[in-house]
């Protein structure tokens, strides 16, 4: 159980485009899924908090305009990276909780590697 | 620094032999946990250890929990090559509301 697909895996685009990243919880309703960005051998940075049904906490220095957020179900948030460019580049992952509250075990989907040309 | 660092940054054995990978952290917690992470995939949880507990196992799993020295090890016993992968731990603050994650250490497994 506690099943998270991430999608696409791997995408690589133009410098300028705008890519949308789906995260789904495919056997449990989630309130809340979290965005996280990762360097190589590097950990995980948290971008934002998404919340079914209102606005996602981004975390400091992460730009609202430039990740849009939409959580509109409880099995599906997006994370949109707006007109990417090569820094954008990186490894976005989503995770979501089961049990809400402090430091829950989170299930995290498989990942999307984005390189922007 | 981050909440929780793991030590050492890398760490290379031959399949059968123990692994130990340490973590400390900072602040008071009210749990910790361990997380795996294969090479280009998401990241899966191992174990969750509360604050008031001081050691736990799950198969050949064993984590400690030392909240004097804010400090916790994860124990791998008898090796395998697939257990090849970076391991992270990942804490809170007491009050606090997120999950942060170590630097993690890379474990490489040799058969």
């Known amino acids: 159980g506690a099943v998270v697909s991430q999608h696409p895996s791997w995408v690589i685009c133009k410098s300028g485009t705008s890519v949308k990243i789906e995260c789904r919880s495919l056997?449990?309703?989630?309130?809340?899924m979290f965005w996280y960005r990762q360097f190589p051998k590097q950990s995980l940075m948290l971008m934002a908090t998404?919340?079914?049904?209102?606005?996602?906490?981004?975390e400091q220095g992460v730009e609202k305009d430039k990740f849009l957020i939409n959580h509109a179900s409880l099995t599906l948030s997006t994370l949109t990276v707006t007109s990417a460019h090569p820094e954008d580049s990186s490894f976005y992952i989503c995770?979501?909780?089961?049990?809400?509250?402090?430091?829950?075990?989170?299930?995290f989907g498989d990942g999307t590697r984005l390189s922007i040309l | 620094s981050q909440q929780g660092e793991e030590d050492p940054q890398a760490l290379s054995i031959q399949e059968g032999e123990n692994a130990t990978m340490n973590c400390s952290y900072k602040?008071?917690?009210?749990?910790l946990q361990w997380y795996r992470q294969n090479s280009g995939r998401g990241l899966v949880h191992l174990i969750l250890?509360?604050?008031?507990?001081r050691e736990k196992h799950s198969g050949r799993l064993r984590v400690t929990l030392d909240t004097s020295k804010k400090s916790s090890s994860l124990l791998i016993t008898a090796s395998r090559a697939a257990d090849t992968a970076s391991y992270f731990c990942?804490?809170?603050?007491?009050?606090?509301?997120?999950?942060?994650f170590g630097a993690g250490t890379r474990l490489f497994v040799k058969a």
């Open positions: 995770s979501a909780v089961v049990v809400e509250g402090n430091n829950q075990p989170q299930h």
């Open positions: 250890i509360r604050s008031n507990e």
């Open positions: 990942a804490t809170d603050a007491t009050g606090g509301f997120k999950t942060i």
């Open positions: 056997d449990f309703q989630a309130t809340t």
């Open positions: 998404s919340n079914e049904g209102s606005k996602a906490t981004y």
């Open positions: 602040t008071s917690i009210n749990n």
